[in-house]
Every structure is written in C-alpha cells, then in structure tokens.
C-alpha cells in the first residue's frame, strides 16, 4: 500500500515490517502447529505502541489514521495470520465500538487498558441460528433488573473471547422492536455468570483464540450499556464496515507473503534444466496474483482514507474486503500450484497461508453478504 503514503504512514509500515520479520515470522509456523496463543507476542506488540494504534493517546493510544492501521495488519498478518486476525480483531471489534459508542467514563474504564494492549477486546455478535442474518438469529436477552443487565443466552465464534478483559455484547433489550431492540453491552470478563466455552478447532489461524460464550444469569451494570438501548444493531454494522478494512488488509498481508514465497521458490527449483520461472505458465500465475493484490491494496487504501476523511465507506469496505479476500484466496492458490508436491508439504508456508486465509471470506460478512451490501448501496443511489 505504498500509494501516497506520508512520511508518518510509511515510517510506521516500515517499523512495522522490521519488527513483523524479527519477532512474529519465525515463530508463525510453530505457533500454527502448536496451536498457540502468542501472548508474549502482543506484549511486545504493546511496547511498539500497536495495541491502541488508531485511538487517541488521552486514551492510551497512538493517535494514528485508519491507512496506518491497515498497513500495520497487512504486515503483521504476513507474518503471521494468526497474530493478523487477533489484532485486527481487538482494534475494530474489541476497542472501535467503546470509542465509537461509548462515554468518556467507559473510554476511560474500558478502552484505556485495551489500548495499552494490557488485554485483548472481543466483540460477539453472532449466534448458532446464524451470522449473516443478525437481525434475526440473536436471541441472547439482556433485561433490566434493579441497577443491572441480567444476560441470558450464547455467543458463538468469539476471537479472542477467552482471553478478553471485556466482550462488546449485542443482546435484545426488547423484542417487540425487531433490530431497533437490539444493544450492545460491555461485558467484564469477571462479570458473574459469564462462562467461557471450548476454543473451537479450525482449518487454520490456529493461534486465534475462537470461542463459545455463555450468559447464564450473567450480571451486569447498567451503565455498561455502550450508546442508546436499541441502537445496537447499527452498532454492530458500523463496527463491521470498520473492521472489513481490516479483514481486507489481512487478506493482503497473506495474499502478499503467499505471493513473495512463490517467486522465491520459483527462481529455485529447476524443471527441464532451467528455473521454473523461466516457464511462461508460472510467469502468468505470478503477474495475475502480483496485479490482483495491487489491485486489492488499493481498494484497501481507498475505504481507509475515505473513513479517515470521515466520507461515507460503507461500499468501499465491502469492496476492499471482498476483492481482498478472494484475490488473496487466488493467490495462495497460485502459491500452492507453484510449489508442486512441496506446496502441500507442511514444512513449506503456502498451505498455511491458504488455511489462514480461508477466513477472510468468511468473517465479518461473507462474500455473498458483501455482494448484497454493495448492490445495495448502488441500488440505492441511482
Ligand atoms: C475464525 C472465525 C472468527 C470469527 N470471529 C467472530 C467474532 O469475533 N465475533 C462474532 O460475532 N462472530 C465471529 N465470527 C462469525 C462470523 O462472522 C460468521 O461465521 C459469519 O458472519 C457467517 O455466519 P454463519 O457462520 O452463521 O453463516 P450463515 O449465516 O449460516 O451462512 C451460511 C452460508 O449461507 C450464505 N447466506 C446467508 N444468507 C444469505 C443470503 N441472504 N444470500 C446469499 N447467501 C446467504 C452465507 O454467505 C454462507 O455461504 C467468526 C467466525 C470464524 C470462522
């Protein structure tokens, strides 16, 4: 994502990728295998000031713009895409909705240790009957009871949800109103009757922590409602257009690493007496996957620079995460092809980047969901 970049974006990006190659890249394939959490990781990451990036510093942040932080995903999750998605996951799921909805106090109380990257955020949202469809699958209730929130119900495939100091929670506050009785609440991890389930076993990102939670008469206090009761369904869409950002960059981050991974290995290996990247077909796959990830970084920049000129991103993110995610799919794809056999071997990087990468189709809107939301929106205004 070099395209304009000020001195400020590419200082940060470069900091970044010195440190990404130095403590996160070595450890990535370990921490897949061993299905470790790297928490010693987002200490060090907490030192360099990433952990609150994007949030103002009376709040314990670094006061950077929306390009940064996708810039700083993008390198992180080329490392790694398990550190990537549990970063991208505590900035715009854990922290965004507490500064974007909360009150001073609650920013005080809740972002600030956040951001200083003492703890991880979370944020849950989706539910067995469903993710895409959230106006209508979230049955998890939430009702005033003498000065508290009593919850009652489950979450599914919370990130990070096990290891979080606090769980950004969208519940019916009252059912009669459909999405306009949805809100979101800030549930402590100490909360009583906040109970956290199995981590699940996944295709990839196997250093993300991706949870169950359940509300068994969880106790709550009023005042961690995050904005209006009832305003938690646009909430919970705001929160994901941010985050589509950072799923995009994500994306780019892997499809990029899946990418250099081939170009090294295909000036190596010898087929019929020369390097294989003297053969026209491998040439192709790598000038497509170089193009479509150009493309992809663009569209990224776009929906990040949009939403720091506070514009209307909504589309672009849809976009970005879209057109970066299958790009990259594409890419690893490619990546797998190049590396023959050895591409399906595990002592080789490309099957994971794939596995990892997987995901980002999925999260935070599917591919078929983005597809309604920009159709939409273009519907809408014409
Ligand atoms: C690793 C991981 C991490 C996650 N982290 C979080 C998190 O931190 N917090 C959280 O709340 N959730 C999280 N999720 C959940 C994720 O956001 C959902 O899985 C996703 O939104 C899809 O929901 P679903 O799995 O229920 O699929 P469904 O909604 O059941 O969809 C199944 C299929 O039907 C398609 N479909 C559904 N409706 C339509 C339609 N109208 N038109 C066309 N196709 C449709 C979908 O595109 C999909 O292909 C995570 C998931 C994973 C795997």
Redesign the pocket.
Known sequence: MDFQLTEEQRAIQEMVREFADKEIAPRAADIDRCDEFPNDVFQKMAAQGLMGLPFPEQYGGGGADTVSQALVVEEISRASGSVG?TYA?HLS?GCAPIYNFGIEEQKKKWLTPLAKGESLG?????ESK????LAGSVATTAVLTGGEWVINGS?????SGAVARSINTLCVTDKSKGHRGLSMILVPRDAPGLVIGKVEE?MG?HG?L?TQVFFEDCRVPKENLLGAEGAGFKQAMMTLDGGRIGIGAMALGLGRAALEASVKYAQERQAFGKPIADFQAIQWMIADASMELEAARLLVAQAAYLKDQKQNFSQQAAMAKLYASEAADRACWKAIQIHGGAGYLRDFPVERFYRDNR?TL????????LR?VIARNILKNQ
Request: aromatic share 4%.
């Open positions: 998605l996951a799921l979370a944020l849950a949202l989706t469903g993710g895409s469809d979450k599914m495939y919370v990130t996944k990102l993300s991706t995901l999925i999260g935070e809107g599917t591919s078929e969901i309604m």
